[in-house]
């Protein structure tokens, strides 16, 4: 998985670039089509901002963004929703799908 962090209006810290990396690596245990993931963060009205955009599949995107005082707690927000959009998705995608057919069902 590609994952790209951008920052707008502010540095980005080796610290902070480890962390959303290895927050974002285990994006793939929650579904297994991701392709890349671009990390924005920024400044607004004081605040730090991140959005999160997920590519998965062909044309699966996942977005999400939060704001929170603390740089750490807007990271661990937004990849929280994130990670609640794919299981939502794998959970309608597989429920979708159904019992394949010759498969014992519940007797």
Request: hydrophobic share 40%.
């Amino acid at each position: 998985m590609n994952i790209v962090v951008e920052a707008r209006h502010m540095e980005v810290t080796d610290a902070i670039r480890r962390y959303i990396e290895s927050k974002a690596a285990k994006l793939s245990r929650y579904y297994d089509n991701i392709r890349s993931a671009e990390v924005v963060l920024g400044m607004e009205a004081d605040q730090p901002m991140m959005e999160i955009i997920v590519q998965a599949g062909r044309k699966t995107a996942f977005v999400a963004s939060a704001r929170d005082e603390d740089m750490y707690a807007c990271i661990d927000r937004c990849l929280h929703k994130v990670i609640e959009q794919l299981r939502r998705y794998k959970d309608r995608v597989r429920d979708h799908k159904g019992t394949p057919h010759g498969a014992a069902g519940p007797e």
